[in-house]
């Protein structure tokens, strides 16, 4: 890990730490939406197909919202895990320090840009 990133870790701990409870809002709030969709496709309220097709876009919606929120978190997690272990800020792929204006945009980031470029190639189902 960069000494300037040593230097910004409270920083870097702080935004995690935000980005986890704003993660954990969409996911509640996506989950509000989900039961909402759900109880107007079963209930007395679907007027018509119309509405009963809306409906189950919204639910799709939430479901795709939750599932992203989700899987951020876990990154998250896993970087705050990272951070207590002391390997936070080096690349898991080349080992190299992850500079620090990318942790400042992306604190989560467990590969350098190049790396996560190579990743994503690899995995273009999960990027």
């Not at 209930?43 to 919606?61: I, S, W």
Request: net charge negative.
């Amino acid at each position: 890990m960069e000494v300037e990133t040593q230097q910004h870790l409270t920083n870097l701990r702080q935004l995690l730490a935000y980005r986890i409870r704003e993660l954990e809002s969409e996911r509640h709030a996506a989950a509000i939406e989900r039961a909402e969709s759900a109880s107007q496709i079963d209930g007395a309220t679907v007027l018509d197909r119309k509405d009963e097709a809306e409906a189950e876009l919204r639910e799709q919606a939430a479901s795709r919202t939750e599932q992203h929120a989700f899987a951020d978190l876990q990154r998250c997690r896993s970087a705050l895990q990272r951070l207590d272990e002391g390997i936070y800020g080096d690349c898991a792929d080349c080992g190299q320090p992850i500079p620090l204006a990318r942790l400042m945009v992306q604190p989560e980031a467990e590969r350098c840009a190049p790396c996560q470029s190579a990743w994503e190639r690899r995995h273009p189902a999960a990027a």
